[in-house]
């Protein structure tokens, strides 16, 4: 087993090894497990404490041990699980009971990284209030001020991409202090474990190393490979590589530790030689045994070179602070300088990485928008200027560290255990390496939200539409926040754009922009001051402040104007505008996984029925895919056909005046209604499109105009003509096969697409790339729970263009093997292998595997394929 590594490594890489107390004799199994957890917490071997506090809250029951394992949680940066634990800890805990203080101040941190900021404020603010303890009065403080910077900080930009880089550096333990060589060739970093086992003397190596790997022409990163023994020596854990300017000398440290805690931190150098790096040997002058020495980075201060590195040496500010030294030759430093309150905090400054005159660092002794965040100060000869917050982007809701940046200042590589990297416990719990792109040359649109009477308005709406000659092309964006009156758009270069602009209870407004012919980068602003509508009535009898709904996780939220033709899945331009109410959701909580369900009336043959719900879902989640930009993974599917009559809300009963709350809208409710429009309208609401929260947060906060569109009833004499799905018999006719007739010059019929495919339903695909699978639907059976399951698809191009896969996403419990690299020309045949390990499965589940090919559509619209598999899950 591994576990994770105190943060003063700065590492937080996975280590070997276990820590369990010995027993006392003749004392209890609760009495052994409390010393084992206690032990391991005081020695900072978080998941020995956790795996005990568990063991004891399972043979006791206690509460108290409920806080403990959240903190533990909390540590090993399992965010989600750390926040679920506490919450069970506080639902039952009274706003004023000083029990739990110090926990509610760990809770607000763990909402604040869950990106719940709301959630976060109340409860530093309940903890402030009950607290008596400076430092942390001093971080409740931060973090309340870091909650307001991200309100207030711009959510998207052009200006920098970054990039998580490919699995052959990023494992699924931790990878951290990335630093890249003169010719931007070689790429070296430290990892606790190496992406494939490595052998030494016959057992595998669990002691953190530096690797290198090297990038070819076209970007691609080799595998791996340990720095040799002059470096990594073994039994020594090696980590924090650094350069200096010139690329000859390599600076790292080598540690010692006791359990987990460090007790040693050295700075070794090593010169380069022709055939590689010389044996390293500790630096002079810095190092000692009193007093921690890490994270070493090269720089320049008062026109000599220095070197930058980390301690916690006394006559510091506190916690981890940054240092310098400057460099005597011959592995000799002088006198280390702190960098003083401009840089230092009272808590803990890490990974400094210097530049063209400017320092970066890491730290949470300043207002950060997550748990640790970047930031950096320029140089102007004397003295530091301002540290300044790199901003959302550079900066995540969770940790954020070791910037390093290169030739004009515009790449360089970063880590964070940010969600979407590769992670052994948690989507949180480890460090990745990504790497960034600043833009030369770059366009921003701010738009500022204001009443005519210049009061900031919230609950706002904003479309960013591309344009042609006035024309709509292509997909608009679309943001809508109840937290404040700002929206940062990204803007592509020698674009024209229309931005609308709306609120609840005015006039919508609009502006024409555009950024043709740009010769400097520039951040274009609008300020739309918007008129009130007098006239505005949104049913709630005339009050203009919008009805807010909680819906919690698994309740089915209906998408009503999600409606199609007859006999058909496509989706109509009506159902586009709660598809795009529903990206704007999905992209308020990033963490929410949803079922898109459909459902049919039952004026139909069953099977027949539930089929045509499943495509009718499949193309929603298209839809949501190709035009929201929702990542798969996050969209799971269920066609339901005629099995689930919708039950009446309460909501709905206040609508409908033939329904009362609770009423199962069957065949014979439908039978009883008086009049042949309340039937179909009964049948229409039975006709319905759905999402459900099966994971994130326990519950979402929308307004009901965002999900209650106004449904006329018979009373009104406007019922609405929606199209009603195809009434086959029970017991069909079979019918003949349709005849294609063919002219001379087109004797090839086109290749049959699939309902699994975005070309589906699509009137033309000739000169596409056409991929047909020897299986689209798979199902593993029975699975023990923990076991592991692999199966290939193969699949043909029977289109008329080549076809490259750029994309293969799935969920964390799926891994796929295909050759990336390969065209298929027409003809041409592939294989994908899959792995699907069940050890994180709690229930039965259909995963769905998305493939996107570098190739568009007629319509500009990348082309992708879906495959399904299903299982059973034993023994959970």
């Known amino acids: ?155 998207e930009t052009s200006e920098v991409a970054l990039e998580l880089l490919d699995k052959k550096v990023n494992s699924s333990f931790s990878e951290y202090s990335p630093v890249l060589t003169i010719d931007g060739n070689t790429l070296y970093f430290s990892t606790w474990k190496s992406t494939s086992a490595v052998e030494q003397d016959g057992e595998e190596d669990d002691f953190s190393r530096i690797f290198r790997a090297e990038r070819d022409e076209e970007g691609t990163w080799s595998k791996p490979e340990a720095l040799g023994k002059e470096v990594n020596r073994p039994g020594v854990i090696t980590a924090n590589p650094a350069l200096s300017a010139d690329g000859r000398r390599m600076y790292f440290n080598r540690l010692a530790m006791e359990s987990h805690r460090v007790t040693e931190a050295k700075i070794y150098m090593s010169d380069a030689e022709d055939d590689g790096w010389k044996s390293g040997n500790p630096v002079s002058g810095i190092n000692s045994d009193r007093y921690l020495v890490l994270q070493p980075a090269a720089g320049e201060l008062f026109g000599r070179e220095v070197m930058f590195f980390v301690s916690d040496m006394d006559g510091g500010f506190g916690g981890l602070d940054i240092y310098y030294a400057n460099y005597e030759g011959e592995g000799r430093f002088g006198q280390a300088v702190n960098l003083g309150e401009q840089v230092n905090t009272f808590a803990d400054d890490i990974t400094p990485f210097y530049f063209d005159g400017t320092l970066y660092w890491s730290t949470d002794g300043r207002p950060t928008m997550g748990g640790k965040d970047l930031f950096y100060a320029g140089w102007d000869g004397n003295a530091w200027g301002d540290a300044k917050n790199m901003g959302v982007g550079f900066n995540s809701t969770v940790d954020d560290k070791s910037l390093s940046i290169y030739g004009e200042g515009l790449v360089g590589f970063m880590t964070s255990n940010r969600e979407g990297g590769r992670s052994v416990k948690s989507k949180t719990c480890c460090d990745d390496i990504y790497g960034f792109e600043v833009a030369s040359l770059y366009a921003n649109l701010v738009v500022g939200l204001f009443s005519e009477g210049k009061e900031a308005l919230t609950n706002g709406t904003v479309v960013l539409q591309p344009t042609r000659n006035g024309n709509k092309i292509g997909f608009g964006q679309t943001k809508t926040r109840d937290d404040g009156n700002r929206f940062d758009y990204g803007l592509e270069l020698e674009t024209e754009y229309i931005v609308v602009v709306s609120h609840p209870g005015y006039y919508s407004d609009s502006v024409e922009i555009n950024t043709l012919g740009l010769e400097e980068s520039k951040e274009l602003q609008e300020i739309v001051f918007l008129k009130v509508d007098p006239n505005y009535d949104d049913g709630t009898g005339g009050d203009d402040v919008p009805v807010l709904d909680t819906i ?114 069957t065949d014979a409710f439908i039978a009883s209604l008086g009049t042949e429009e309340q039937r179909e309208l009964a049948h229409r609401l039975n006709r319905r499109t759905e999402f459900k929260v099966l994971e994130g947060p326990d519950e979402i906060i929308i307004r009901r105009d965002v999900i209650e569109r106004r449904l006329e009833t018979p009373e009104r004499n406007s019922l609405p003509t929606a199209p009603t799905q195809k009434v086959a018999p029970k017991n069909p006719a079979p019918t003949p096969q349709t005849v294609r007739t063919l002219t001379p010059e087109k004797q090839v019929a086109p290749p049959e697409v699939n309902r699994f495919s975005s070309l589906f339903g699509q009137p033309d695909v000739s000169g596409l790339p056409v991929l047909k699978f020897d299986r689209r639907e798979v199902d593993l059976g029975d699975v023990p729970h923990g076991e592991s399951r692999t199966f290939t698809v193969n699949f043909t191009n029977r289109g008329a263009a080549p076809a490259k896969v750029m994309l293969i996403s799935a969920c964390d419990c799926t891994t796929i093997t295909h050759d990336d690299a390969k065209t298929y020309q027409p003809g041409d045949s592939g294989t994908m292998k899959i792995v699907f390990d069940s050890t994180e499965k709690e229930e039965d589940e259909t995963i769905t595997i998305d493939i996107f090919l570098e190739q568009k559509d007629k319509k500009g619209v990348p082309i992708f394929e879906m495959v399904e598999y299903k299982y059973h899950l034993l023994g959970k």
Not at 12 to 22: I, R, S, V
Not at 120 to 149: C, H, M, P, S, W
Not at 603 to 616: I, Q, W
Request: aromatic share 10%; glycine share 4%; proline share 3%.
């Open 552 to 665: 919690e996780i698994a309740e089915a939220v209906v998408l009503e104007n999600i409606l199609y033709d007859l006999d058909k899945s496509d989706i109509l331009p009506a159902a586009e505008e709660d598809l795009r109410q529903l990206v704007q959701i999905m992209e308020q909580y990033p963490d929410m996984v949803i079922e898109l369900g459909s459902h049919t009336d039952t004026r139909g043959v069953d099977s027949y029925n539930l089929g045509l719900s499943k495509r009718r879902s499949a193309s929603a989640r298209k839809w949501l895919i190709i035009n929201g930009n929702i990542d798969g993974p996050r969209i799971k599917t269920q066609g339901y056909g005629e099995t689930q009559p919708q039950v009446a809300s309460g909501r709905l009963a206040e609508r409908i005046s033939f329904l009362s709350e609770g009423d199962v809208i």
């Open 1 to 155: 087993m591994r576990y994770l590594l105190s943060t003063l490594l700065l590492i937080t890489g996975f280590y070997a090894g276990e820590l369990l107390a010995q027993p006392l004799a003749g004392s209890s199994n609760v009495e052994q497990l409390q010393i084992a957890a206690d032990s391991a917490r005081a020695n900072q071997n978080w998941f020995v404490a956790l795996e005990n506090y568990e063991k004891l809250y399972d043979e006791t029951d206690e509460d108290e041990y409920l806080p403990l394992r959240a903190l533990m949680n909390l540590r090993l940066r399992d965010v989600a699980s750390a926040t679920r634990i506490y919450k069970q800890v506080f639902r039952r805990t009274e706003a004023t009971d000083t029990t739990y203080n110090e926990h509610r101040f760990h809770y607000a941190r763990a909402l604040k990284m869950d990106a719940q900021y709301d959630e976060a404020r109340t409860y530093f603010e309940q903890f402030r209030r009950l607290n008596t303890d400076e430092r942390l009065e001093k971080f409740a403080a931060l973090e309340l001020d870091g909650i307001e910077l991200y309100r207030d900080a711009p959510q």
